[in-house]
């Protein structure tokens, strides 16, 4: 074991530990309007109904659309992506066209409004669950309704945001411990 010499960690960083998510790219759309936002604050909340919790700060142009709407898709992006990750995390969607200006290709969903983004490997359509915790932590319960992911992607770069402007990328190191888990954990 190794013996870590753990000190002091200011607790308004802990993000650094516990975000590293996959980034997303979140996709909306509402009356004539569509959006595109970065997202790293996620988090799976149920298997079925499959059930994903984002924080999306009031600020954002995507907060208001999905309210709107109810609806979103989740886009998962590669590191090749890694461009449009940052320029669209950095602008708003009131100021540019963010689908065009990132040279980004959409796609239809087929329950949902709002756009899947051709060039991510995986897209979830997503309908509002649950809103109750919307006024006070910004925080939207979805369920994703549909999902559509290339199963030729085995080891997808995934990006993951560690804040300060620094990601990692999702690597190919497996450790495969399925035998020692009891049958009713390997859902
Ligand atoms: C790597 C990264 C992760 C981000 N994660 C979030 C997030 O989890 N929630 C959020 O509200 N904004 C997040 N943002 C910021 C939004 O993407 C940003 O405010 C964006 O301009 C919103 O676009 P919109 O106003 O067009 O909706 C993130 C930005 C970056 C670059």
Known sequence: MTDYNKQNFPVE???????????????????????IMTLGWHTILEFSPSLVGCMIASMNVSHDLIRNSGECVINVPTHELIDQVVAIGNSHGDEVDKFAANRL??????????PLIAECFASFECRLYDG??????NFFIFEVVKAHVDPQVAFPATLHYTGEG????????TSDQHKKFKPEMLI
Do not use: C
């Open 13 to 35: 960083k802990v993000r650094k530990y516990l975000e590293p998510g996959p980034v997303v790219l979140v996709t909306s759309s509402w009356e004539n309007q569509s959006d």
């Open 166 to 173: 620094l990601f990692r990328v999702m690597g190919e190191k």
């Open 132 to 137: 109750a915790l919307v006024d006070n932590y």
């Open 105 to 114: 290709n959409i796609e239809p969903g087929s329950v949902v409004k709002a």
